[in-house]
């Protein structure tokens, strides 16, 4: 054994056949480290930019807006190619592009969405599989008659939590305001309504425990790993960060089945609809993962820009306000009822269709809010045409296409990033002057599937909002601002609470 150890130890004397040996391994490991997957001849130009050996477009992940405009103004067609790791993708611009995207049987949205957000593995017959069955449970959990069954708790929750903003202490400034950063109170208003529909009401009325797993999403959502992207075999630090929050969120709903089964006694709620259908604990956890993220960060995060949007536009935000107002009268009826009760007394078929200047501000915020590229994969087995401009998405590769292209497009929407709902109006309809001309509940092939109960959602928190406040922009402590807050980044990778902390000042609404 020693000679064994003093032979490694001493290259020198190694004989040829060794170095050959480790020299072909070092070179194969190399080959395989280094090599990628050659783009047809027929795939839109390599946008070589910021190209790292090995690692390809890092900057599609850490600028993505600046990256994605200068690789169209690059681009005789507006398509480019790019890579990350060996990954292929495809930037897509323009109409036929889009049309191509969004109206493809053969791009894959959850393949994609895996692959290049969360460096998931490479598509199989079990994520198929679990594809299939999320969308068909998620579709279930959203039909209107559980809308109809869960009203009251989803009204009373959202009440509640205006209440409790209206009990908390006045602010340093001026004790006629209260002071509240909305991506905080109304974010978590959101997560609980959300866990009351397709999560666990044992969840939803216990507010440490909302607090808790509340956290452990965030610190789940907050650690992507762009390594991990690249080199999916990779462990990386963020990935296994990513892995210990998902774990410890999977235990809070393993105690919740083990009590339910332990006792006997079954809830009303989705979790109890996903026992019941036979699901395992890790389809269960992964469904609610997954459900989060399709109805928290986007839904939460407008909830709080509506309420700042409205309070930075004093016309929009009286119009909102005679619309609830409106409703009120129309359903009181008794003359002491407080606008509140009022609300609390209307069915779903009221709150769907009463406030359509409140859809219309959602409209809005979401698209001057949402930033980022989507994703697909062609899953085809063959080339794709990109309309008729004689370039293809190669089998195998993925898609992206960057929504601010249509939603900034002053051409479609002037003055984009003003807050103007009336954009929608049938008058000026600039959401419908190109196809897929908004793409804020997806599009084509692909519709947001949470979508009603994203507006229901909007619909409550607004309603209660401003029929209960005053309210307007301030600072931490109170101060009434006249400071616009920061535009939303758009090289963000995905709608983000602000970096810089933005405040309401609210006082209980005159009679």
Known sequence: MATVAETLLSPQSWPASLWVLLLTGLATLAVQVCWRPALPKNAPKWWKEGDWPVLGALRFYSQRADFYREAISHSPSGNFSFYVGKKQLIGLSGPEARKAFFDSRDLSLS??????????????????????????????????????????????????????????????????????????????????????????????????????????????????STLKIVFPWFPAPGHLLRIYNGTRLAMVFQKLIDRRTKTGKKGNDALQYLIDQGAGIRDIITFQIGALFAGQINSGINAAWVQVHLARNPEWLARVRDEVDAAVARHRLEESQTPAEVLSTLTVDDWESEFPLIDLCLRESIRITLPGTAFRKNVSGRDIPIGSTGEVIPAGAFAAYWPDEVHLDENLYPDPLRFDPGRYFENRAEDKKAHHGYLGWGSGRHPCLGMKFAKLEMAFITAYFVVMFDFELSDKDGNLSTKAPRPVCRNQKQAEKPKEPIYLRYKPRAP
């Open 111 to 224: 393949e994609g969405f895996a692959e290049l957000s969360t460096g998931g593995p490479a598509a199989d017959r079990t994520m198929d599989n679990f594809s299939a069955f999320f969308n068909r449970n998620l579709i279930a959990m959203l039909k209107k008659e559980n809308f109809v069954k869960n009203l009251d708790l989803m009204a009373g929750d959202t009440r509640k939590a205006c209440e409790a903003l209206a009990a908390a202490p006045p602010s340093k400034a001026d004790p006629a305001w209260k002071v509240t950063n909305p991506f905080d109170s109304l974010y978590q208003v959101v997560y609980q309504l959300t866990m009351r529909t397709v999560g666990a009401n044992d969840i939803a009325e216990d507010p440490e425990l909302l607090r808790k797993t509340l956290s452990m999403f965030e610190r789940f959502e907050k650690y992507n």
